[in-house]
């Protein structure tokens, strides 16, 4: 497969995947009913969750100045702030393709070398990759027994134990096949998982650990409030519970990685993450688009307005070097 192919297949599957979802969701709702949600929804909660989203974006923009700053280098606040908001809008375009985009930004504008700059990004994605592991895991304990009944009606148990045996087995038949390969492909998978250890091992040396660790903290708490409160705006889904919250969290956030930003699958995760609880499809959608919606126009504002600024702040303020 030629280089040109590839590259299209990138941009193009996860669109065709987005468009897909996104019919399918909306036939499982009518649009008019769908409108009738937006029309009958509560804007304070909307907004307060919008709110909350975007502390969460600033934080993650301070944040990454703690992981420049014992590199050598001092990040400008207002250009590390451009360089989010862009990295997601960039994200509904072309996946992963705004993590490349912040980095060329940061060389681009503040000098860091490109490779030091990813390098960052990727320690960030390790730090948040923790805390989620341990939201799923506070909801695993919170409602185990919820959960477990649910599995055990959707899955044969003794198909279950099986399943999870020949897993085991896989992984450590596949464990040693890969940690003995030297195919480029294996190298390649190994060079990541090494800039993961660096990324966690950068993280507890810096200076400012306990700074990143509460903005760390921070992000994340402010993007369970951001789901939590728009819960509100619906009377169908105000009453969940705070655990329920999470698990639909957690489907939610995963669903993002499946297409440009989640369009499409952002609604289906949270309906099948609400049908555990049995809540009724209808209002689990809505609610599902009525969040993705909100987050994403915020997104594309400030991500534009940041594409627009971005050059005119660094042509007004450039760069000091030192001498």
């Given at each position: 497969?030629?280089?040109?192919?590839?590259?299209?297949?990138?941009?193009?599957?996860?669109?065709?995947?987005?468009?897909?979802?996104?019919?399918?969701?909306?036939?499982?709702?009518?649009?008019?009913?769908?409108?009738?949600?937006?029309?009958?929804?509560?804007?304070?909660?909307?907004?307060?969750?919008?709110?909350?989203?975007?502390?969460?974006?600033?934080?993650?923009?301070?944040?990454?100045?703690?992981?420049?700053?014992?590199?050598?280098?001092?990040?400008?606040?207002?250009?590390?702030?451009?360089?989010?908001?862009?990295?997601?809008?960039?994200?509904?375009?072309?996946?992963?393709?705004?993590?490349?985009?912040?980095?060329?930004?940061?060389?681009?504008?503040?000098?860091?070398?490109?490779?030091?700059?990813?390098?960052?990004?990727?320690?960030?994605?390790?730090?948040?990759?923790?805390?989620?592991?341990?939201?799923?895991?506070?909801?695993?304990?919170?409602?185990?027994?919820?959960?477990?009944?649910?599995?055990?009606?959707?899955?044969?148990?003794?198909?279950?134990?099986?399943?999870?045996?020949?897993?085991?087995?896989?992984?450590?038949?596949?464990?040693?096949?890969?940690?003995?390969?030297?195919?480029?492909?294996?190298?390649?998978?190994?060079?990541?998982?090494?800039?993961?250890?660096?990324?966690?091992?950068?993280?507890?040396?810096?200076?400012?650990?306990?700074?990143?660790?509460?903005?760390?903290?921070?992000?994340?708490?402010?993007?369970?409030?951001?789901?939590?409160?728009?819960?509100?705006?619906?009377?169908?889904?105000?009453?969940?519970?705070?655990?329920?919250?999470?698990?639909?969290?957690?489907?939610?956030?995963?669903?993002?990685?499946?297409?440009?930003?989640?369009?499409?699958?952002?609604?289906?995760?949270?309906?099948?993450?609400?049908s555990i609880f049995n809540i009724s499809e209808d209002p689990s959608i809505a609610f599902g688009w009525i969040m993705w919606t909100s987050q994403t126009v915020m997104i594309i504002i400030l991500g534009g307005l940041?594409?627009?600024?971005?050059?005119?702040?660094?042509?007004?303020?450039?760069?000091?070097?030192?001498?």
């Open positions: 497969m030629n280089t040109t192919l590839k590259s299209v297949l990138k941009i193009s599957l996860p669109l065709l995947l987005g468009a897909f979802l996104v019919w399918y969701s909306v036939s499982k709702i009518s649009v008019e009913i769908l409108l009738g949600y937006f029309k009958n929804a509560d804007y304070f909660w909307i907004g307060l969750g919008v709110f909350f989203g975007l502390l969460s974006h600033l934080s993650r923009a301070y944040r990454w100045k703690f992981m420049i700053e014992p590199m050598g280098y001092q990040l400008r606040l207002p250009n590390s702030i451009m360089a989010v908001f862009i990295t997601y809008l960039v994200n509904y375009t072309i996946p992963r393709a705004g993590e490349v985009s912040r980095a060329t930004i940061l060389t681009n504008y503040e000098g860091v070398p490109f490779e030091k700059g990813f390098g960052t990004i990727i320690a960030e994605r390790v730090a948040d990759l923790l805390v989620m592991l341990c939201i799923i895991s506070l909801s695993l304990v919170l409602e185990f027994d919820i959960i477990y009944k649910y599995l055990a009606m959707a899955l044969d148990p003794t198909k279950l134990i099986i399943f999870g045996l020949v897993g085991v087995l896989i992984l450590a038949v596949g464990y040693q096949l890969f940690n003995s390969s030297n195919h480029p492909f294996v190298l390649k998978i190994k060079s990541l998982l090494l800039g993961l250890v660096e990324g966690i091992s950068s993280i507890l040396k810096m200076k400012k650990k306990w700074a990143f660790l509460a903005h760390t903290l921070f992000i994340w708490v402010m993007y369970v409030l951001m789901f939590y409160v728009t819960s509100f705006s619906l009377a169908e889904t105000s009453q969940l519970p705070f655990s329920a919250i999470l698990i639909g969290f957690i489907f939610a956030s995963f669903s993002i990685a499946a297409t440009n930003g989640g369009i499409g699958s952002y609604p289906l995760a949270i309906y099948a993450a609400f940041s594409l627009l600024f971005l050059p005119i702040y660094n042509k007004v303020y450039p760069k000091q070097t030192s001498k």
